[in-house]
């Protein structure tokens, strides 16, 4: 194993790599504004741009007619908190629903504990986009990989989703201060095993969604250090360190969640940033002696981790699972991996103004930034 990926980084490539395709396809049809790249043309009041997390959390939920908060909280499985702070970010600060007061209760009904959610005009043109948008990516992998893999790959993940305890979250949780990923119970618990329940057929994006979702919580059930930081920066230190600046080419992060992740790791005392030499303005990052721990300790419990799974779930869906995600993921770098092939953006699009990642993050730095994969 130690000449190949370990299992999340393959599942963390090619969900990654779905999610920025299916972003730049909704980003090509739908009006829209953001923050540093401009917005289409007469959409001044059109809806800041995010990615398909908000459609697979909140948005797949409304229908256009609109839902009651409470409906919206059942079946988004949100705590009260929760739902407060997506429909602001959702509506005030992102545009895409508004909040009206049911009237069906009397005037005397608040939106702490009732109201309406309803698409905003911009939000039902989004809607219009994003339902079929799954469904043309999938056609679309299946002709550029084949539908045997995508298949395979399918029934792997499906066959591993049957058999966890818990109903995992369809897509990544948003990483909070800390980076650990979390259930949908908000405590790191991973699957047992012994579910015995079929659950019904998902989405690709879902099922990858939910396996990585898995490994992450059995990972970070015994670790310090969450998997977010692990596999994307953990990983590509040595004992001479790496330059700060070097990072996020190295790990197809953003540059702002990498400082998120070093923020972290130098609070808990795992690494220091310093100067590269007393004159020198480039920074290095150094493990401490309880990080360089950390970084071996990720090795082994990713190995580990498969290993169980192998006892768990079965030798031949693993093996399956790892055979079709490393003929997806091939040589993991841009000009070789298959994945990048659909991955260039249109003319106008945000990521054409940026550099072109020369790798795909080896875990999903989905941040409260707008849910983009990379953190950006």
Request: with cysteine; net charge positive; hydrophobic share 40%.
């Amino acid at each position: 194993m130690e000449d190949r990926l370990p299992l999340p980084s393959l599942l963390s490539q090619t969900l990654v790599a779905f999610t920025i395709e299916f972003d730049n396809e909704f980003e090509h049809q739908v009006p829209h504004r953001t923050t540093n790249h401009g917005s289409t043309a007469g959409s001044r009041s059109a809806p800041w741009l995010v990615s398909m997390v908000m459609w697979l959390k909140l948005m797949r939920f409304v229908p256009s007619d609109g839902i009651p908060v409470r409906e919206l909280q059942r079946l988004t499985r949100l705590t009260g908190k929760e739902m407060g702070t997506w429909l602001t970010r959702m509506g005030k600060w992102w545009g895409y629903v508004v909040v009206e007061p049911d009237t069906t209760d009397g005037p005397s009904n608040r939106l702490a504990s009732g109201g309406v959610v309803r698409p905003s005009a911009g939000g039902r043109r989004a809607l219009e986009i994003w339902r079929p948008l799954t469904g043309v990516i999938e056609k679309r992998w299946q002709e550029r990989f084949g539908k045997e893999i995508i298949e395979r790959l399918r029934e792997s993940l499906q066959a591993l989703v049957d058999k966890f305890d818990g109903d995992l979250p369809d897509y990544l949780p948003i990483l909070g201060y800390e980076l650990f990923s979390k259930g949908p119970d908000g405590e790191g618990r991973a699957p047992a095993g012994t579910g015995g329940t079929s659950l019904p057929e998902y989405t690709l994006p879902m099922l990858l969604s939910k396996v990585l979702l898995a490994f992450a919580i059995e990972f970070e059930r015994d670790s310090r250090v969450s998997l977010a930081i692990s596999a994307n920066v953990l990983r590509l230190i040595g004992p001479e360190g790496a330059r700060v600046r070097d990072l996020p080419r190295l790990s197809g992060v953003s540059k702002e969640a990498i400082a998120m992740c070093l923020g972290r790791l130098e609070e808990r005392g795992f690494a220091i940033v310093q100067p590269e030499s007393p004159a020198s303005r480039v920074k290095i990052l150094m493990l401490t002696l309880k990080g360089l721990h950390a970084h071996d300790a990720y090795q082994q419990s990713v190995s580990a981790i498969e290993e169980r799974w192998q006892a768990s779930f079965g030798k031949n869906t693993i093996r399956n699972l790892r055979s079709s995600l490393e003929r997806m993921v091939g040589e993991p770098t841009a000009r070789k991996s298959p994945l990048f092939s659909g991955l260039e953006p249109y003319p106008h699009g945000w990521r054409a103004a940026i550099p072109r990642p020369d790798v795909l993050p080896h875990y999903p730095m989905v941040l409260h930034r707008g849910g983009f994969p990379d953190g950006s």
